[in-house]
């Protein structure tokens, strides 16, 4: 059961460029939503994360934007480079429950 | 390194044959899952301890399944009677409290021929 949606399967950029990596969530009573970022060979490892009270988080390149009423979040990556390469990971946790729930993932390539 | 480690890294193994891996987590974590990764796909959850007690096992989680963690330390997973099917990346990951920050190991790759 998919409880959380995340689109592109994969997507190339320029480096440089910005890429949007969108999920969406059925599920309201989800009140932290993390993002992971997982090179091959390695877990995946947390990347930035956003509670649904606020709009918008920044850390560093990455920035999350959080739409509650339409139950979509977004991950962007400003200034992208080619080490940003790797497979990102959108997820959902809520607090009734103790385990994250992953999306499908986002193969990222950037390219020089 | 995130501080969690898993051994076997990878696990080569004949259909019917049982398998375990093992886990040793951040040790002052109390929440210890494990996660089933396949080609493509996001992890999917297995099962979480806190400390020694077991406290939710998924539905993908078979009879052929069991996950043990003694003493609330590192923890085993076991796959009997393996099938082609049970070929994943198996994670592991600890944190504190409420599971919010996991850290995961590099994983045990399982092939089943």
């Known amino acids: 059961q998919q409880q959380v949606k995340q689109s592109p399967q994969s997507l190339i950029v320029q480096k440089g460029g910005i890429p949007i990596i969108n999920c969406a969530y059925e599920n309201t009573a989800f009140d932290y939503f993390p993002w992971y970022q997982q090179f091959p060979g390695k877990g995946p490892a947390l990347l930035i994360a956003i509670r649904p009270d606020v709009s918008e988080k920044k850390e560093g390149r990455f920035t999350i934007s959080f739409n509650k009423s339409a139950k979509q979040f977004s991950l962007h990556i400003m200034d992208s480079q080619p080490g940003d390469s790797a497979t990102y990971f959108c997820a959902a946790l809520y607090s009734s429950a103790s385990k994250i729930i992953f999306g499908s993932g986002t193969r990222l390539s950037i390219r020089p | 390194d995130t501080g969690v480690s898993q051994d076997p890294r990878h696990k080569i193994t004949k259909r019917g044959q049982n398998v375990t891996f093992r886990c040793d987590p951040i040790?002052?974590?109390?929440?210890l899952y494990w996660y089933r990764q396949t080609l493509g796909q996001g992890p999917e959850f297995l099962t979480y301890f806190q400390n020694e007690a077991q406290l939710e096992k998924s539905r993908l989680l078979s009879d052929r399944f069991s996950a043990e963690r003694p003493k609330g330390s590192f923890s085993t997973l076991e796959i009997q009677r393996t099938e082609q099917g049970d070929s994943a990346m198996y994670l592991c990951a600890s944190s504190q409290n409420r599971g919010e920050k996991l850290f995961f190991g590099s994983g045990t790759q399982l092939s089943v021929l």
């Open positions: 040790s002052e974590h109390n929440r």
